[in-house]
């Protein structure tokens, strides 16, 4: 596994893929207070893997959830628990997780670190990756939101296997899109491989998520550069 570095004006992140969540703690700080933030059904089906952390906050599934609320109760448990501006998050799950979790680490104390063990294919080839983060708001997608990128992503292809069907369709989805916007040979693999995807091929999953990550963190690199 070789680290993909996101180096931009909004800071720097590395990306992780192919790494194991089993390896997480060595990406943390030492000797600092750490709050995993995650949802029920993650915990239920890797909670075992999760490393120790001084509190765990669950956020509601689902679109609905990724509100202004959720990242409330996150910041009101992190006061109540005391945490401060040395402490760190690690959000584990898929991009709503880790989208609100950026957004609560991005405003709790005008900031904190934060890293991503990225769970589903989407955030792993597309949410997790670029710093943008944020809830709805009023009806509408990501209103609310900052730029912040995280210290580090983990991409477990262990951990596609439990991904439902629809959820792997969503993921593809997003390499689609970033093969016929960047990538012909990566839109002409996705064409040639379209039996192995069905049957999870985690090589092949890889490779969406190693093209789809340099593929975004170029256009990262060129946003950030005319902003
Ligand atoms: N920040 C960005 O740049 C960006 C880019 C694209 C999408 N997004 C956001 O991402 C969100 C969608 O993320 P998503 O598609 O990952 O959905 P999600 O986070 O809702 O996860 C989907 C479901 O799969 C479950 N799940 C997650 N990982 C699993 C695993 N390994 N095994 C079994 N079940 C698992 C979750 O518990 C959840 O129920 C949207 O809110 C969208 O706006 C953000």
Redesign the pocket.
């Known amino acids: 596994m070789i680290p993909i570095t996101i180096d931009s004006e909004i800071g720097k992140s590395k990306i992780l893929a192919g790494e194991s969540i089993s390896n997480v703690t060595q990406y943390l700080p030492d000797n600092k207070k750490i709050v995993i933030i995650t ?1 029920e ?2 915990n239920a ?1 890797y909670g075992h893997l999760f490393p120790k952390a001084d509190l765990i906050i669950f956020i509601p ?1 689902g ?1 609905k959830n ?1 509100s202004l609320q959720s990242a409330e109760l996150i910041i009101q448990k992190m006061a109540e628990a005391e945490f401060d501006r040395s402490s760190f998050i690690l959000a584990i ?5 880790c ?1 609100i979790a950026g957004f609560a680490a991005a405003i709790y104390m005008r900031g904190i670190k934060f890293g991503f063990v990225s ?2 294919l ?2 792993q080839v ?2 997790s990756v ?1 710093g ?2 944020g809830v709805n708001f009023g009806g509408y ?2 209103l609310v939101g900052t730029f912040c990128l995280p210290e580090f992503v983990i991409c477990d292809p262990e ?2 296997k ?3 069907q629809s ?1 792997l369709i ?1 993921g593809i989805a997003e390499v689609v899109k970033h093969g016929l916007i960047a990538d012909a040979n990566l839109f002409e693999f996705i064409e040639q491989n379209t039996d192995k995807i069905r049957k999870y091929d985690l090589n092949v999953l890889m490779r969406f998520v190693h093209d789809s990550v340099i593929i975004k963190s170029k256009s990262i690199s060129r946003l950030c550069s005319m902003i």
């Not at 799950?93 to 997780?97: A, D």
């Open positions: 949802d059904k993650i089906v599934q679109e990724k799950g898929g991009g709503i997780v989208d769970t589903t989407l955030s597309d949410a670029g943008k983060n997608k990501n951990m596609l439990t991904l439902p959820e969503s």
